[in-house]
T-cell receptor, first 115, second 116 residues
């Protein structure tokens, strides 16, 4: 069975500093994707970054980058130069269900960026 | 591109009535749409997978007769909560997967359902 675990319910960071959100997962899929989604107070889910498991290179998107450790089944998100607009709930997710591409989410980390 | 809309954004209904929520992909065709439920301060839980022109596939524990899903076209899926009860009050979110895409889902803004 697929599981996604986020062990940090809440985190806080000062504006302009760097923060890392943790995620571990387990999957029976041979090839899979991993995602970080952001859910701000508006509740709109926004894709932050994604990683294809067969790619060894860590994905980056501007201030967001991941540390993907496939053997350890770890997929952490690093946010550099944190901004007030980064305040949101962050969900780690992976795909399961073969061709159906269903998403399973972690429990989320509430990130507060302090001015 | 890849915009998904939901209507209504908020709905209040009385216990025992039914309510329909629409999910539309505005600028792409979606062969597959997904419906999620999110309780306050919790994660998204997949309810069902909807494929255009076929019956929806429900996750374990989700009552198919209570949550009716119809995916009549490549741009529209609907979720009808039948005989709603206060415990059905929740935030319902849909997502759409672009035809030919293998991974990314695009999310709607969600619908807040309150059953009184």
């Amino acid at each position: 069975a697929q599981t996604v675990t986020q062990s940090q319910p809440e985190m806080s960071v000062q504006e302009a500093e760097t923060v890392t959100l943790s995620c571990t997962y387990d999957t029976s899929e041979s090839n899979y994707y991993l995602f970080w989604y952001k859910q701000p107070p508006s509740r709109q889910m926004i894709l932050v970054i994604r990683q294809e498991a067969y790619k060894q290179q860590n994905a980056t998107e501007n201030r967001f980058s991941v540390n993907f450790q496939k053997a350890a089944k770890s997929f952490s998100l690093k946010i550099s130069d944190s901004q007030l607009g980064d305040t949101a709930m962050y969900f780690c997710a992976t795909v399961y269900g073969g061709a159906t591409n269903k998403l399973i989410f972690g429990t989320g980390t509430l990130l507060a960026v302090q001015p | 591109g890849a915009v998904v809309s939901q209507h209504p954004s908020r709905v209040i209904c009385k216990s025992g009535t039914s309510v329909k929520i629409e999910c539309r992909s505005l600028d792409f065709q979606a062969t597959t749409m997904f419906w999620y439920r999110q309780f306050p301060k919790q994660s998204l839980m997949l309810m069902a997978t909807s494929n255009e022109g076929s019956k929806a596939t429900y996750e374990q524990g989700v009552e198919k007769d209570k949550f009716l899903i119809n995916h009549a076209s490549l741009t529209l899926s609907t979720l009808t909560v039948t005989s709603a009860h206060p415990e059905d009050s929740s935030f319902y979110i849909c997502s759409a997967q672009r035809a030919g895409s293998s991974d990314e889902q695009y999310f709607g803004p969600g619908t807040r359902l309150t059953v009184t």
